[in-house]
């Protein structure tokens, strides 16, 4: 089985137990995805399936989009609320007082990642050594929220909708606007509505993918490979040319320079290649070897 599954990561699981998950339910170990999602967080999580794990790298730099709660007033080691609180404050804020904040923390941004997440640093994750007690200085990064906005209230926190670049932490975004605010801030909800092209409103729950295996209609939930390369044209191989492709040999190509979707006169998705001066080369194959 190749190709990519869209799940909905229930609450409490880490984006590993997903998987682990995922390979006892499909029987495959390679199994990966395109990005981290927090235990409390809910919502899409990319899977790559079989040989489609080598088209990961194309995804993780895909935008996301989030759904999430802003609580006031509360500051956490974690800086969401599940973490320990270090700070709180009784000055209320009115949507107004965030509305007038919001367009300083849109466009390209300095972040500095939280001391609870798995960034490196000298070969150790920064929350194997918060879980010692122990803070380290952290280099921001860039990162660029594309949209932020209020999308309404609920049982007292600001719901915002972001759509931000990859590596954003939105704990530490909505950290930030509590800072700004000068009340602090939490997260309280998190949720990926999309990644890329992709919407959580194709995924599927565990429990769904657990039924479609056992009616043994699994490939109805599978997206092919090639879906990830749209962008680029299509380029239909000929027998000479499909016997140096299977080999990773290059070979000659009328074509402009650029990239294509390669595939077999049966239609069958080969590789994404990189035409130059006339000769097509592999970027990434996805056939079996």
Known sequence: MNGILLVDKPEDFTSHDVVAKLRGILRERRIGHS???????TGLLVVFVGRATRAVEFAESHEKEYIAGLRTGISTDTQDITGKVVSTSDKHVSEGELLAVLPEFTGELLQTPPMYSAVKVGGKKLYELARRGVEIERDSRRVTIKKLELIGVKD???????????GTY?????N????KLGTGAALSSLRRTAAGNFSVSEAHTIGEIEKHAEEGTLEKLIKPIDILFGEF???VLSEPQLRRCLCGNSFEAE?????YRVYDSKGDFLMLGNVE?????TVKSFYEV
């Open 35 to 41: 990005g981290t999602l927090d235990p409390m967080a």
């Open 277 to 281: 001066n006339g000769i097509m080369s």
């Open 255 to 259: 074509a402009r320079d650029g990239r």
């Open 156 to 166: 007292g926190d600001f719901i915002l909708r972001a759509i931000c670049s990859k």
């Open 176 to 179: 930030d606007i509590g800072e």
């Open 170 to 174: 939105i704990r530490t975004l909505v």
């Open 233 to 235: 044209p299509r380029f």
